[in-house]
């Protein structure tokens, strides 16, 4: 089959023709708006045959009384389809679609611009849902506009220590020996990206685990306080309960916690979930389920045409990451650096404090949000992509269950390559 990337992709900004269609209408990626956008199509009187999703974990299941189909699976189920895009990602989603045979994509911004959000309910809050249609309707604006650039999300590294040692983190939090946090010119570094850049959608707070650099709190409401505009999400694991005084200065500022639920790992996510509704603070609970197997560090030697591959298939492609002053496109790239783990380029990250180089930041930080082919990091991982199973360049384990531990005062050997 041929390759999106020698295909035209068009996604489509007008749903009269996905109403006059008799092509069943499946709604892609299971996000937290895509429910909203399930409503706001019954209101147009288009029907949804069926959700999809790149997780297998999330798919053989309703929602809605609406089947969820694992995307691979799709053609077997729907020769032809129309496609409504709930992921934020838009040309990546389409591109996957069209390797699979299909060529009729739709943005959701006309179904959510005008949406009444008030009137429905959600798996979470009103206000969460608001807030995540809010951001949707930005970015499919931006989209339309070439002249722009734009990130879905910014992750700022507050600190490298975490309170859980996962041998399989992605971010690679258990190779650390000497964990620390990292607040020196966090604030001029989260300036210069949002000066230069049209929009950001979240600004996400992240480790390691943040609450365990002690200035999370006043980091958090310094970012927001920058602009008070902005979408400000704390990513915990729910081992450590946020302290009701520093809740409170989070009151009525669109901050928000995003909590990944381990099971019992997450010791203290009932103290931690009462903290949160004690202080009306907005949080959205998701349980770690499995991971994808994308944690060793090592060379594979792969030719221009299979790291593009790589590149295409990538989940974490686009999870823009500031670490100690720099912006890189995920935090694979971001943490090898910071390891010294790997040799790096120019190419892999814009130094964001470097008061020497001449090249004007815009134009850096555009041309590595802007790339589409691959970074000569990318030759370092295995591979993150949404289906490990039908990935045509992955060499890592496949799904894994998520927070396996690394024996208690330990860190995993790695080797520095160069």
């Known amino acids: 089959m041929e390759q999106s990337w020698n295909r035209p992709i068009t996604i489509k900004n007008n749903i009269d023709s996905l109403k006059a269609s008799k092509d069943p209408v499946v709604i892609f990626a299971l996000t937290e708006e895509s429910e909203a956008i399930a409503f706001s199509c019954k209101q147009h009187g288009i029907t949804v045959s069926a959700f999809c999703d790149n997780e297998i974990r999330k798919t053989n299941k309703k929602f809605h009384d609406i089947d969820i189909i694992y995307t691979p699976e799709l053609p077997k189920r729907f ?51 608001k807030k995540k249609i809010e951001n949707a309707v930005s970015i499919n604006k931006i989209y339309f506009d070439q002249s722009k650039t734009y990130l879905r999300s910014l992750d700022i590294v507050i600190t490298t220590k975490c309170s859980m040692k996962c041998e399989s983190c992605a971010n690679l939090m258990q190779y650390y020996k000497n964990a620390s946090s990292t607040d020196e010119k966090i604030l001029e570094a989260v300036k210069k990206v949002s000066d230069n850049v049209d929009h950001i959608s979240e600004y996400r707070i992240i480790g390691g685990e943040p609450l365990m650099n002690k200035n999370w709190a006043k980091i958090t409401k310094s970012i927001f306080d920058q602009d008070p505009s902005r979408n400000v999400y704390i990513y915990s694991n729910a081992t450590i309960c946020p302290k009701d005084e520093d809740l409170q200065t989070f009151r009525g500022k669109n901050i928000y916690f995003y909590i990944t ?111 589409k082919n691959f970074f000569p990091a990318c030759d370092f991982c295995d591979g993150r992509p949404h289906d490990p199973a039908t990935a045509l360049e992955y060499a890592g384990k496949g799904l894994i269950k998520a927070g396996k531990q690394v024996p208690k005062g330990q860190t995993l050997p790695f080797e520095s390559l160069k």
């Open 79 to 129: 020769p032809k389809a129309n496609f409504i895009i709930a992921h934020h990602t838009l040309e990546e989603c389409a591109e996957q679609l069209s390797d699979l045979g299909y060529d009729n994509y739709y943005a959701p911004l006309k179904l959510l611009e005008n949406f009444r959000v008030d009137d429905f309910s959600y798996k979470t809050s009103n206000d969460y849902m």
């Open 261 to 371: 639920d381990y099971d019992d790992l997450s010791k203290n996510m009932d103290k931690t979930i009462d903290a949160l509704e004690r202080n009306k603070i907005p949080y959205f609970r998701k349980p770690a389920g499995n991971w994808v197997d994308c944690s060793q560090i090592r060379k594979h030697n792969r030719s221009p045409q299979r790291l593009k591959q790589v590149f295409k298939e990538c989940c974490a492609k686009f999870l823009f990451t500031i670490l100690s002053g720099k912006l890189y496109t995920c935090p694979f790239i971001a943490n090898a650096d910071n390891l010294k783990a790997i040799p790096m380029t120019k190419m892999d990250y814009v130094d964001l404090l470097d008061e020497n180089d001449n090249e004007k930041l815009k134009t850096k930080i555009t041309k590595l949000v802007k790339t």
